[in-house]
């Protein structure tokens, strides 16, 4: 599939140009198309329906957690808790850090070891350049157990090195979490790198990736990356719909983990005093209710029309987009560019940048309201980075430009155009 392919599904570039994938892709056609059909044709709840519309439900939910676990993730299936969105499955992970396991154990209710003992001595580790989501539940977490909280600072460019990690991972790191990729700078990380440093300070150190710019953007594979947890959301890189995600935890973990909410879909037995857990499908125990049955259906059509691009010809695309931008702004003068701004091997593809004398969310609407060119301006939820950067009482933040497989080199070009007139 060609870019100009993938922009026949989506009415929105014949109007825009469109430059906010990092908040949130819009959803091609073929993907809402399914949505549609489970509404008009087979729109039941799932699981407990002996009907033949129900199985049918059922079985294309079952079908769409397994691609999304083997397909985005290359993970097993009990491996996959499908979320809200990104933020939802990080405060999953601080929760289960936070509360003992319960269960019933033969004859009734137990608590079974935490996954981490938590003394005044123990270390949470995140960094500076992380978005709020993977950091408040963290920073929460701490104050809650009363552990120390450390933020390592990302280079200048918005990197982060293993050599960082090493200098704070100690005995006492219980946790290290932090990004595949930067949402306000538009670096990527050598995760594998820094998991394997992490890994050789302490091994029983656990280790959460927020890959909400990572996932659908780029191959993922958790198991060699070698991280313990990984979260996404399905509305951005993914293609799928909002209100969607996901989190991969480890097996081992899982096992171990108390879920943050418990009900119907959770258990395999309940009697007036205690349950029982299900050990069917662990990853299960983590959405009970009904869970978001179109959100599953679209997100497991989203990862096969991801499969029909192919992830490493969207980061090949992106690729080519970013550095022909960069070229772009680095002729205008009074333009700052943050991240990388030539070597491309450790960028997404997320432009951030302001123009001296604009705020940025001014510059922002000047360019939706002149060439209808739609980008997304602030702190991105990033504020801690936003004054490391100090950009924040000067722009209020940066502008952001980021890509798709369908974005094209003429949009960016419209975009290095209308900066060079706004920037006079
Ligand atoms: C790096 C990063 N982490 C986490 C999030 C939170 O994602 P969501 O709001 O979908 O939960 C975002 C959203 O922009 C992000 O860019």
């Known amino acids: 599939m060609m870019p100009e392919d993938m922009r026949r599904d989506l009415s929105i570039t014949q109007q825009y140009v469109y430059l906010d994938n990092a908040a949130t892709t819009p959803v091609p056609s073929p993907i809402i198309d399914e949505m549609i059909e ?16 129900a199985a049918k439900a059922s079985q294309v939910c079952d079908d769409a957690r397994k691609q999304i ?3 985005l993730l290359h993970c097993d299936l009990d491996e996959f808790i499908f979320t809200r969105n990104q933020t939802q499955a990080v405060n999953f992970v601080a929760y289960s850090l936070e509360h003992p396991f319960l269960n019933r154990w033969s004859t009734g209710f137990k608590f079974a070891q935490p996954l981490v003992k938590w003394t005044p001595e123990s270390k949470i580790v995140s960094t500076l350049i992380e978005h709020h989501s993977n950091y408040l539940p963290w920073l929460r977490l701490a104050k809650h157990v009363d552990a120390q909280f450390h933020s390592i600072t990302p280079t200048e460019e918005g990197r982060l090195l293993p050599e960082m990690f090493t200098e704070v991972v100690d005995e006492h790191t219980k946790l290290v979490a932090f990004q595949h990729a930067s949402n306000a700078m538009g670096t990527k990380h050598d995760v594998a790198a820094i998991i ?12 959460f990736i927020d890959g909400a710019q990572g996932a659908g953007h780029m191959p993922v594979n958790v198991k060699t990356l070698g991280c313990d947890f990984y979260s996404f959301s399905g509305h951005k890189g993914p293609l799928g719909p909002p209100g969607t995600g996901g989190l991969y935890v480890r097996d081992e973990l899982l096992r171990r983990m108390e879920p943050a909410e418990v009900g119907g879909g ?10 029982m857990l299900r050990s069917d499908h662990r990853a299960r125990r983590w959405d009970p209710g009904t869970p978001n049955i179109i959100g599953l259906i679209g997100l497991g059509a989203a990862v096969k ?14 690729h080519k987009l970013t550095k022909h931008l960069l070229d772009g702004l680095r002729e205008i003068p009074n333009l700052v560019i943050y991240g990388p701004k030539e070597d491309m091997t450790w960028k997404v593809g997320a432009v951030c940048f302001n123009i001296e004398g604009w705020a940025s969310h001014d510059l922002s609407l000047a360019l939706d309201s002149q060439w209808k060119i739609l980008t997304r301006a602030g702190h991105h939820c990033c ?8 950009i924040w ?5 940066n502008v952001r430009a980021s890509f798709h497989y369908f974005n094209l080199i003429e949009e960016v070009d419209t975009l290095i155009e209308a900066l060079k007139t706004l920037a006079g």
């Open 393 to 397: 009482d000067t722009y209020a933040g």
């Open 383 to 390: 504020q801690p980075l936003m004054r490391l950067l100090n």
């Open 266 to 275: 959770a258990i395999a037995d309940v009697t007036a005093n205690d349950y």
């Open 69 to 71: 676990a083997g397909q």
């Open 305 to 318: 029309y991801l499969n029909r691009i192919g992830t490493q010809r969207i980061v090949e695309h992106e």
């Open 196 to 207: 394997r440093a992490i890994k050789a300070a302490n091994p029983q150190c656990l280790v």
């Open 38 to 53: 489970y509404f008009e044709e087979y729109c039941a709840n799932i699981e407990r329906g002996a009907y033949s519309i």
